[in-house]
């Protein structure tokens, strides 16, 4: 072997070794990340924003995979967790989801009831009104026809409840307004299925409204505004209104 081909030898040896030091380097490099770093363990991020008392159903969320020592002990790591619960506040697109951020969807108290009625959704809800709301229900009736010829006794705006509570918001669903028959023109309107959870009584008022009058809203109450409203205000007239 000459000294040309020893030089080769020798700098292949050196070029091999620099390699195996260079993996080791990396090596050691990768055990002290994960060192620090540890396991990684599966978390949720909101894909978009989510009104307050809204219901989680798991699309809301993209999978992410974080590592365990940084994610908080409130993370819900379990879309399992959000079954039957709402968000307690509005929840903002890239937020970390946790278990504070959501509760328990309301529930009937003694003495109370479910009753679901169509809203229409241009007039009754505007997207505002989630489970947790608290709202008063008015209902407009025609002036029913008075005896002897006398004309109609004026149209009538009522407070049908106060400070009723939601429980739940349904789907936007297209409704019929009006009869079948043929005097009453039946027109297609978008409207949502919202669920009260209220008294025997006030459950009655609602039904008879749905039924009978002419059109139903609902005024969203502000939080912390429970206030009742006296027998004075609640009945609104044109005529009335001096």
């Known amino acids: 072997m000459n000294s040309r081909q020893r030089r080769g030898v020798l700098l292949l040896i050196v070029s ?32 978009s924003d989510v009104p307050a008392y809204a219901s989680l159903s798991g699309a809301e969320f993209d999978k992410v ?30 937020s970390l989801l946790q278990a504070d951020m959501v509760s328990e969807r309301p529930e009937l108290k003694p003495g109370e009831q479910e009753i679901a009625i169509m809203i229409d959704a241009e007039t009754g809800v505007a997207g505002k ?26 149209n009538q705006s ?8 939601v429980i739940d918001v349904g789907k936007l669903t297209p409704f019929k307004e009006g009869d079948d028959d043929e005097r009453t023109r039946r027109r297609e309107r978008d409207g949502v ?32 505004d429970a206030a009742d409203i006296p027998d004075s205000d609640r009945t609104y007239t044109l005529s009335g209104d001096k």
């Open 16 to 47: 091999v070794l620099c390699a195996l030091a260079a993996f080791a380097g990396v090596l050691a490099f990768i055990r002290d990340v994960e060192s620090k770093v540890g396991p990684e363990k599966t978390a949720y991020k909101l894909t």
């Open 65 to 94: 995979e974080i590592p365990e020592r940084w994610l908080p002990e409130t993370a819900v790591t379990d879309l399992d967790d959000l079954r039957g619960k709402v968000a307690t506040s509005k929840l903002r697109k890239g």
């Open 129 to 154: 009104i989630n489970p947790g709301s608290r709202v008063n229900i008015f209902a407009t009736f025609e002036g029913e026809q008075q005896s002897g010829g006398k004309g109609r006794a004026p």
């Open 158 to 165: 009522k407070v049908i409840v106060s400070d009723a509570k």
């Open 193 to 224: 299925p919202i669920t009260f959870a209220l008294s025997a009584a006030d459950a009655q008022r609602v039904a008879y409204a749905e039924s009978f009058a002419e059109h139903v809203r609902l005024a969203l109450v502000a939080p912390g």
